[in-house]
């Protein structure tokens, strides 16, 4: 059984870790270099990136998260979408740089402006995109599928072995995307 860590630092890591229990992975919560070292593939939820930046310094995790994504596949969030690009701006900040994808943070606006919309997603059909504070995808690299668009903007893209979506997939009852990713990291 493929065994998935959801980084538990911040955000709501316990719903990624029931949609991919749902999808058939074993799971973990990761909180050390130790923990994630153990795991096959990492989940990197939504929250605050500013804040998991501060997080990542503190536990001595933003060089061991790197170096994993270098070698094993990494699904990132929301806040863990900007945590994987390779370009952050609004304002700019620092990023692990595996996904050559540019964001701007809180795109869509305040917390009011938080909305859920169906889209349409190559492979998947219709999803339920849930976004809070959801940042946009401004520039997308040649490498880079996207297999999701919200409004003209990519919200569900892929590259090599890493996977990104701008909105909260676990907020669904639908495991499609969480299940995606386990076959990612089966190969």
Request: with cysteine.
């Amino acid at each position: 059984m493929v065994h998935i860590g959801v980084l538990a630092l911040q955000g709501d890591y316990q719903k990624h870790a029931r949609s991919l229990e749902r999808a058939g992975a074993q799971v973990s919560e990761v909180r050390t270099a130790a923990e994630l070292a153990a795991v096959d593939g990492l989940v990197i939820p939504g929250g605050e990136s500013t804040a998991m930046l501060k997080l990542l310094d503190r536990e001595s995790l933003f060089e061991p998260l790197r170096e994993f994504g270098s070698r094993k596949p990494i699904f990132g969030t929301c806040a863990g979408a900007i945590l994987l690009a390779t370009k952050v701006e609004n304002p700019d900040q620092a990023s692990l740089g595996l996904v050559d994808i540019s964001v701007q943070r809180n795109a869509y606006g305040r917390q009011l402006d938080s909305r859920v919309a169906q889209i349409e997603a190559e492979g998947f059909g219709t999803l339920e995109a849930v976004f809070i504070r959801a940042p946009i995808i401004r520039s997308a690299g040649p490498g880079v599928k996207v297999l999701a668009s919200y409004a003209g903007d990519p919200v569900l893209v892929e590259e090599g072995r890493h996977l990104v979506a701008t909105f909260h997939p676990e907020l669904s009852a639908d495991d499609r995307v969480h299940a995606y990713f386990l076959r990612k990291v089966t190969g």
